[in-house]
């Protein structure tokens, strides 16, 4: 026997802001300034491309299912190069490549940026 179960409003409004809100947010900094974002990357949790970047960056550990797990990484410009071949020309990865773009543009003296997954 199938049971119905009402949902109020307040659940309702919950349930569609977190479908909403939750997402893969990945912002890169400049290792010695991160107050300064200097590139900024979204998918939401449930886009069938939000694993795209973990694959690029070759950062699996980093990701966190709905979300990115919190953690921060620095990458070489050597990875960062790497990243963009492997994103290729597809055009739904084209944010993707925006975000490696500015992260590369911004690299610090050392030739690092720092990434975090959030």
Do not use: W
């Not at 802001?17 to 010695?32: L, P, Q, R, W």
């Not at 590139?39 to 979300?67: K, M, P, Q, W």
């Not at 921060?72 to 410009?77: A, G, L, M, Q, V």
Request: hydrophobic letters at 35%; charged letters at 25%; one cysteine or more.
């Amino acid at each position: 026997m199938v049971q119905k179960r009402h949902v109020n409003a307040t659940d309702l409004y919950t349930m569609l802001a977190c479908v909403v809100i939750m997402g893969h947010d990945i912002s890169g900094f400049k290792t010695n300034d991160t107050e300064n974002e200097i590139a900024y990357l979204r998918r939401s949790a449930f886009n069938e491309l939000n694993s795209t970047i973990y694959n690029a960056l070759d950062c699996h550990e980093c990701n966190g299912g709905v979300s990115g797990n919190g953690n921060e990484r620095k990458f070489s410009k050597d990875e960062l190069i790497k990243a963009l071949y492997f994103l290729g020309t597809n055009e739904d990865y084209e944010p993707e490549r925006k975000f490696i773009s500015d992260c590369l543009a911004n690299i610090d003296e050392n030739g690092n940026v720092l990434v975090g997954f959030y």
